[in-house]
T-cell receptor
């Protein structure tokens, strides 16, 4: 149990376009989801925390108008990179916490990541 | 405030040798500690976690870690390295509530020599 999926696994887009990344908890209800970005050979940097039905809480320095997060249900959160530019190219990883069906509320379960390349 | 420090950005061991990846933490509240592994171009997989129960925690793939409060450490060990253990390893700390932020260390890349 406690599986988190992301779609797409990789995406290439032109500069100025918007890209949506989906994060789903497959077998548990994710009351809280987190979005991270990871640059090559670096650790994960938390971008924002979202609770189902509430507005996301963004970390300092993360532009909320550029990285739109929606957590409309207990199994789905989306990250939309608006007007993407080459500097937004990165590996985006989501995680989720929740209870029931093998998931522990004290553990974050990570998705496989989405590789975004902006040309 | 919480933080973790991973000593050594790169560790190389021979196949069959002991693996020791070091992690020290700082926390003003009783910490929950985790080790995650990341294979190239993949997300993070939970290896093991400490949540204030037994101080010696056994995880998947033969890894284990010991919580030592007096040393504020949570080092990861495996008695005998396997080629498939080559990956990036992250130590992490959180306060334990479901919505609390998880703070990651900078990561340690483990290489295995044949």
């Amino acid at each position: 149990g406690a599986v988190v999926s992301q779609h797409p696994s990789w995406v290439i887009c032109k500069s100025g376009t918007s890209v949506k990344i989906e994060c789903r908890s497959l077998d548990f209800q994710a009351t809280t989801m987190f979005w991270y970005r990871q640059f090559p050979k670096q650790s994960l940097m938390l971008m924002a925390t979202s609770n189902e039905g509430s507005k996301a809480t963004y970390e300092q320095g993360v532009e909320k108008d550029k990285f739109l997060i929606n957590h409309a249900s207990l199994t789905l959160s989306t990250l939309t990179v608006t007007s993407a530019h080459p500097e937004d190219s990165s590996f985006y990883i989501c995680s989720a916490t929740g209870g029931a069906r093998g998931a522990s509320t004290d553990t974050q379960y990570f998705g496989p990541g989405t590789r975004l390349t902006v040309l | 405030a919480q933080s973790v420090t991973q000593l050594g950005s790169h560790v190389s061991v021979s196949e069959g040798a002991l693996v020791l990846l070091r992690c020290n933490y700082s926390s003003s509240v009783p910490p929950y500690l985790f080790w995650y592994v990341q294979y190239p171009n993949q997300g993070l997989q939970l290896l093991l976690k400490y949540t204030s129960a037994a101080t010696l925690v056994k995880g998947i793939n033969g890894f284990e870690a010991e919580f030592k409060k007096s040393e504020t450490s949570f080092h990861l060990t495996k008695p005998s390295a396997h080629m498939s253990d080559a990956a990036e390893y992250f130590c992490a700390v959180t306060s334990g509530s479901s919505a609390s932020k998880i703070i990651f260390g900078s990561g340690t890349r483990l290489s295995i020599r044949p």
